[in-house]
């Protein structure tokens, strides 16, 4: 099988930017062979992560490619000897070689079975702040955070996915973003809380009221007090708002998450992960539309289920309903456009919403025509059938609309069109949909007058008086 893998090196690699044919090889300077089976991460150029294997052995390897990619491999090098030194788990090193083309690699233990904090936490969406579960999830990573902060550590890309839980511990990876500290001595404590305050605000906002939970776990490890609370939650704020620019800019450029083309005819986004189960689709949205389940034909949209990979999606084109309706809407962003950039702003907030997949804008260089989003298909019952008017909703569906408003209410997010049927009662979580005039309104006059008018349309699905009226109208953010 080796023979019939193609041999390359760091120099192709560079010029394949992330059209990498897998699986390859490379020849390391010792002599040895690294077949890579699978891509973990792409950085263009510059690195590359994967699924390999050397001498029979299983290994993660780490790619320099670039230009500065020895320089980069001494600052990995140094950070996980760091992590060792400080008795912090981190994955062992294994080789550390030049390849051909002028790169070099870096081989560590392939750790499985593993999950990234990420995806662990991931499994705990939609419970809420404060949940024991949730919390005996939290508190190991922020007592591993706080050890890294007393070994004078402060680990510059500080998200989830790099935190690995492995065989009951946590283990630290990405050594080349570690900052290191004058020998001997700990994070000085403003700089610690602001490292901290970057952990903490990729948690829904709902969570800053449970910070007295947490910190302590951080503390204890960073052998420290625990840190002014007023201070770490304007720090919190702070990083959560460039969290969210930055996010909403990257939905519309390629890179990493997302693959993005644009002709003069044509604009497209799709999430990296689901370009090709999605290809067919975006080629002729149209046609997806014609095979799968019409669920609205109407004239200013038509909506559409869809069977794609085995995976039930949403297809949904924006229509224009003669030349006036055209004209008015080329020079704006689509309604696609605003939809897809309002659905990752509520998961970013924490706030259940179907997960946006691909945008699609027709152009007339910079006119925009006819637009579509796909998103996964969320199958719940929507409120005005779910619910009975003549009683308060169960206990379990209070708690989830009470949930929503909060963080809605919290963030200053209104939805435009809060009609029943556009919340959906899906997995113990009330989900929004049709995101087409959602707006996070930046001053507090402004979303409360918008607000008033959300909060009236939603108690307008049920008659005056009703049990469910009074509840609503009890419960519900003051308009």
Known sequence: MMTAVALTNASTLRDAGRAVPMPFRVLLADGRSL??????????????????EVDGRRVLAKLFIGQRGERHLHREQAGLAALRRAGI???????AVPIAGGGHALLTDFLDPAESFAQAWESLRGRPAGDPQAVDRLLPLLHTLGRLHAAGLVHEDLHLGNFLCHAGRIFVIDGDALRLGPPGQPVPLHEATA????LLAQLPAAWDDELSLLLPAHAAGAGVDVPSMAALREQIARVRRWRLRDLLAKTVRDCSLFAVTQTAARFTAVARAQAGALAAVIASPDEAIRAGRILKDGGTSTVARVLVDHQMLLLKRYNLKGLGHALGRALRPSRAWHSWRAAHRLQFFGIATP???ALIEERLGPLRRRAWLVSEYCPGENLLLH??????PPAAEARAILQLFAAM????????DLKA????????QVWLIDLDDVVQHRSAAAHSRAWSRDRARLLRNWPVGSALYRWLDDHLPAA
């Open 387 to 392: 619910l009975a008017a003549d009683r308060e």
């Open 355 to 357: 997960t946006p997949l």
């Open 195 to 198: 490292n901290l305050a970057v």
């Open 421 to 428: 049927m556009n919340l959906l009662w899906h997995a113990g």
């Open 89 to 95: 788990p981190t994955p062992a090193v294994r080789a």
């Open 409 to 416: 209410h919290r963030q200053r997010i209104t939805h435009g």
């Open 35 to 52: 077949l890579v089976l699978r891509l973990l991460r792409v950085l263009p150029g510059k690195r590359l992560v994967g699924d390999a």
